[in-house]
């Protein structure tokens, strides 16, 4: 059974740091393209960043890029989400998202491209 599990959520206050883990099982193990994307009450859900799990590549959305890297562990099938200087802005419920297709700086922020998504974790910051 494919099933993506985060990890790491809670509240912050502005300026602080959390990471994000998103252990993967059955078929999204294979992915190639896993992403992080993120969901303000009353907004569309949003890429903030994806890794090319077959090679090093990492894409992020202008509004993380230099505070938040993402990263993997493939011996433990797990993405991470390392989020520093965090904003009120960042304040939204995050995903952990799988592709088994690759990822492409064209689409990699595109929810429709991933068929796999966690439960979501919490992250709050208060200025």
């Known amino acids: 059974q494919a099933q993506l599990v985060e990890s790491g959520g809670g509240s912050v206050q502005a300026g602080g740091s959390l990471r994000l883990s998103c252990a993967a099982s059955?078929?999204?193990?294979?992915?190639?393209?896993m992403g992080w994307f993120r969901q303000a009450p009353g907004k569309e859900r949003e890429g903030v960043a994806a890794?090319?799990?077959?090679?090093?590549?990492?894409y992020y959305a202008d509004s993380v890029k230099g505070r938040f890297t993402i990263s993997q562990d493939n011996a433990k099938n797990t993405v991470y989400l390392q989020m520093n200087n965090l904003k009120p802005e960042d304040t939204a419920m995050y995903y952990c998202?799988?592709?088994?297709?690759?990822?492409?700086?064209?689409?990699?922020?595109?929810?429709?491209?991933?068929?796999?998504w966690g439960q979501g974790t919490q992250v709050t910051v208060s200025s």
């Open positions: 890794i090319r799990t077959g090679g090093s590549d990492t």
């Open positions: 059955g078929y999204t193990y294979s992915a190639n393209c």
């Open positions: 998202a799988a592709d088994l297709d690759d990822c492409y700086s064209g689409s990699w922020f595109k929810p429709a491209d991933f068929g796999y």
